[in-house]
C-alpha cells in the first residue's frame, strides 16, 4: 500500500498538532510539525536580539540554523543547532514572535524547502498553514482543519495553564484573533483552504474523533475500491 503524502492546515487552537500526531500514530507515518521549524528560529531571533522586522538578517540567520524534528520515545522533539529546545519554543512569546517572521519571503523560502525535503517520500502528516496551498499542492489528502474562535482561545489557554505559563483567558482570545488577521492578511503564503481540501470543523469533536475521521479518509484514497462497497 502506497504511502500518502497527508496535509493538514488550519489556524492556531484548531487542534492541528494534536490531530496531526494521532493521525500519523494511527497508519504509522511520520508526523511534521512545521509550525516548530518558525518556532526554533523565532526562540534564536530572540536569544540573539534579533530584530522582528530585520527581514534579511532573519532571512539569513535561517539559511545558517539546522532545524532537526526528531523522533524520541514516539514523540517529535525539535533541536536547534543541536540543542533540544521541544519545551522552549512552546511559549506565548515565542509562539507570537514566530508568526511575525513566518511572513517573511526569505524566511519561508528556506524553511519550506526543509519542509518539502522532509515529506516528498509519502508517508507523511505535515500540519501548519500553507501544506496544502504552498508546500505540497499536490498533497494525496488535504485536510482544512478548524473550529470557533472561542473554542480555540480555550484550547490555547488549556495549555499555557498545564505549562504554568500565567495568561489569562481573555488575552489569549485577543491574541488567537491577532493570530489569524496576521496569518490570513499575510502577503505571502497566506492562511487558506486550498480548493481541494476537506474541511473539518472540530468545534464539538474530540482530537481522536477527528483523527479517525482523516485516517478513514485516507483510506479510501489508498483503497478507493474498497471504499466504494462500503
Known amino acids: 500500500m502506497r504511502k500518502l503524502i497527508i496535509a493538514i492546515d488550519g489556524p492556531v487552537g484548531?487542534?492541528?498538532t494534536t490531530v496531526a500526531r494521532r493521525v500519523a500514530e494511527l497508519l504509522d507515518y511520520i508526523y511534521v510539525d512545521t509550525g516548530a521549524m518558525y518556532r526554533a528560529l523565532?526562540?534564536?531571533a530572540r536569544r540573539t536580539n534579533v530584530p522582528l522586522y530585520a527581514e534579511d538578517r532573519l532571512a539569513q540567520m535561517a539559511g545558517e540554523t539546522r532545524i532537526d524534528l526528531r523522533i524520541q520515545a514516539g514523540t517529535q522533539n525539535i533541536h536547534l543547532d543541536g540543542e533540544d529546545v521541544t519545551t522552549a519554543i512552546r511559549t506565548p512569546e515565542v509562539s507570537q514572535a514566530a508568526s511575525m517572521i513566518a511572513v517573511i519571503p526569505g524566511v519561508r523560502r528556506?524553511?519550506?524547502a526543509e519542509q518539502r525535503r522532509a515529506g516528498q517520500l509519502g508517508g507523511v502528516v505535515m500540519e501548519g498553514r500553507d501544506i496544502g496551498t504552498i508546500v505540497f499542492p499536490d498533497a494525496d489528502l488535504k485536510i482544512y482543519l478548524t473550529a470557533s474562535v472561542e473554542v480555540r482561545a480555550q484550547r490555547r489557554?488549556?495549555?499555557?495553564q498545564q505549562k504554568g505559563d500565567k495568561v489569562d483567558l481573555p488575552r489569549t482570545?485577543?491574541?488567537v484573533r491577532e493570530r489569524d488577521s496576521r496569518d490570513v492578511e499575510r502577503e505571502h503564503s497566506p492562511l487558506r483552504r486550498a480548493p481541494d481540501a476537506v474541511l473539518v470543523d472540530s468545534t464539538a469533536m474530540e482530537a481522536d474523533e477527528v483523527a479517525r475521521l482523516i485516517v478513514q479518509l485516507a483510506n479510501r484514497v489508498t483503497n478507493p475500491?474498497?471504499?466504494a462497497h462500503t
Open 157 to 160: 489557554w488549556r495549555e499555557h
Open 173 to 175: 482570545t485577543e491574541e
Open 42 to 44: 523565532a526562540l534564536k
Open 110 to 112: 528556506v524553511l519550506i
Open 14 to 16: 484548531s487542534g492541528k
Open 225 to 227: 475500491q474498497s471504499s
